[in-house]
């Protein structure tokens, strides 16, 4: 498989608008840019749809699929990734990467985001090796859930939450970052052209091609996120968790350092049964602000059970 530097657009390269600087980094189906837009000087971070299983770079900086056994993926890919980027531009928040352009070049597509200073946190959690204050991780994580609230209450799904993908603003300000995997709920996971795999932060349905995503899905990964806050290490792999290697509870391991509640909602979001984790934000906030897990209705739980056993087309 190509490296990153082979198959990144050269520093100089114009697209649309925007010359690039330099490559910021990348994952199994796109690649970020640091690019100035060439009227306004302004920077912006640019991703492009570049799954790497799917297709190749030519030498003029076009984009094609691998073999034609894959062409209707890659486009099927590349509609999705459209889709996509047209509903995040209209999600405005300020704890959520703004989506300022979206266009089609080089055979794929391309997001423009706003670029902000500020630090990665999964670079922040290498320097300190974990054990962040409760203090740190309130503030952070309950703005995050304040943007993650917005993406849901618009039909979408992040589908990728992980120290990687939040930035860290001067002020202690969050942006969830990188929406490569977002799409809309529920459907099954076989929609997708492919599937996003953050060993540690992706819960069990993400595993399984035909399992049912929803709101539950991100609050794992975010839940997991946190726990990453206090050990300093990505959490055990949702499939070794499912072959019965066990996940030392937060509550018993962190009970002398973090207060009861900050630890019963890491472990709860955690959960391996979809069914038993909070199924909302509010009620995962809700248990940030109590020292008793919420009881789910049961209507609550009758909806998630028509939504898991309904019409997988």
Same mark, same amino acid.
């Given at each position: 498989?190509?490296?990153?530097d082979?198959?990144?657009?050269?520093?100089?390269?114009?697209i649309?608008?925007?010359?690039?600087?330099?490559?910021l980094?990348?994952?199994?189906f796109s690649?970020?840019?640091l690019?100035?837009?060439?009227l306004t000087?302004k920077?912006?971070? /640019?991703? !492009?749809?570049m799954p790497?299983k799917?297709?190749?770079?030519?030498a003029?900086g076009s984009?094609?699929a691998?073999s034609s056994? &894959?062409e209707?993926?890659?486009?099927?890919g590349?509609?999705?990734?459209?889709? !996509?980027?047209n509903?995040?531009a209209?999600?405005k928040?300020?704890?959520i990467?703004?989506?300022v352009?979206?266009?089609?070049?080089?055979g794929?597509?391309?997001? &423009?985001?706003?670029?902000?200073?500020?630090?990665?946190?999964?670079?922040?959690?290498?320097?300190?090796?974990?054990g962040?204050?409760e203090a740190?991780?309130r503030?952070?994580?309950n703005?995050l859930?304040d943007?993650?609230?917005?993406i849901?209450?618009n039909?979408l799904l992040h589908?990728? /939450?992980k120290?990687g993908?939040i930035? /860290?603003?001067?002020?202690?300000?969050p942006?969830?970052?990188?929406?490569?995997?977002?799409?809309?709920?529920?459907?099954a996971?076989k929609a997708?052209p492919g599937?996003?795999i953050?060993p540690?932060?992706?819960?069990?349905?993400?595993?399984d091609?035909?399992?049912?995503?929803?709101p539950?899905?991100d609050?794992y990964?975010?839940?997991?996120t946190m726990r990453?806050?206090?050990?300093?290490?990505s959490?055990?792999?949702?499939d !070794?968790?499912?072959?019965?290697?066990k996940l030392k509870p937060?509550?018993?391991?962190?009970k002398?350092?973090y207060?009861a509640?900050?630890?019963?909602?890491i472990?709860?979001?955690?959960?391996?049964d979809?069914?038993?984790r909070p199924?909302s &934000?509010? !009620?995962?906030r809700?248990?940030?602000s #109590?020292?008793k897990?919420?009881?789910?209705?049961?209507? #609550?739980?009758?909806?998630?059970a028509?939504?898991?056993?309904g019409?997988?087309?």
């Open positions: 498989m190509p490296s990153k082979t198959i990144s657009l050269k520093p100089g390269t114009l649309d608008d925007y010359r690039l600087i330099k490559t980094g990348g994952g199994g690649i970020v840019y690019a100035r837009h060439r000087s920077q912006f971070a /640019i991703k !492009e749809y790497s799917l297709c190749q770079r030519n003029d984009v094609e691998c056994d &894959v209707s993926s890659l486009s099927r590349r509609k999705l990734f459209f889709q !996509e980027a509903a995040l209209n999600l928040h300020q704890n990467v703004n989506v352009n979206f266009f089609r070049d080089n794929t597509v391309y997001m &423009v985001m706003e670029y902000h200073h500020g630090q990665n946190l999964q670079m922040y959690l290498k320097q300190r090796k974990g962040l204050s740190f991780i503030i952070v994580f703005r859930l943007g993650l609230e917005m849901h209450g039909d589908l990728d /939450i120290p993908n930035h /860290i603003r001067p002020g202690g300000q942006l969830l970052l990188d929406f490569g995997a977002v799409h809309g709920f529920p459907q996971r997708q599937q996003v953050s540690g932060f992706s819960p069990i349905e993400q595993y091609n035909q399992g049912y995503v929803g539950w899905t609050l990964a975010f839940g997991a990453s806050c206090i050990e300093g290490k959490p055990q792999p949702a !070794e968790r499912q072959q019965g290697e937060v509550c018993e391991l962190y002398k350092r207060t509640n900050l630890l019963q909602a472990d709860w979001a955690m959960e391996m979809p069914m038993l199924q &934000v509010n !009620e995962f809700d248990m940030l #109590t020292e897990k919420p009881e789910k209705t049961s209507s #609550t739980l009758e909806r998630l028509s939504s898991l056993l019409n997988k087309d």
